[in-house]
């Protein structure tokens, strides 16, 4: 499975931002995907997945009502859309597809697409 992460780039604070990951490959297998991000000298933290069968999604604290992932199947794509950005949500976001039921942990993903840079900042 290979992941194409693209839409990244710089916001002022209280803007938007819409992240984009498509899927190719033997995606069939893939149980969930997922969006972790890393600021400098922090670790990977999970920020959303999202159930490929289900559509069930899951948030970290911090980004609850501010932050929607979503999916479109046909397109193996899924999305996160931001809003009410904060400088806080400055980081390199990844995203990560696992075949694993634990979407929390960013050691049970098996695919990872390369990071965008998302900057929140006046």
């Known amino acids: 499975v290979q992941l194409q992460a693209s839409g990244g780039g710089l916001v002022q604070p209280g803007g938007s931002l819409r992240l984009s990951c498509a899927a190719s490959g033997s995606s069939h297998r893939i149980n969930a995907m997922g969006w972790f991000r890393q600021a400098p000298g922090n670790e990977r933290e999970f920020v959303a997945a999202?159930?490929?069968?289900?559509?069930?999604?899951y948030y970290v604290d911090s980004v609850k009502g501010r932050f929607t992932i979503s999916r479109e199947n046909a397109k193996n794509t899924v999305f996160l859309q931001m809003s009410s950005l904060k400088p806080e949500d400055t980081a390199v976001y990844y995203c990560a597809a696992t075949r694993s039921e634990i979407i929390y942990d960013a050691r049970r993903y098996d695919y990872w697409g390369q990071g965008t840079q998302v900057t929140v900042s006046s």
């Open positions: 999202i159930s490929w069968s289900s559509g069930n999604t």
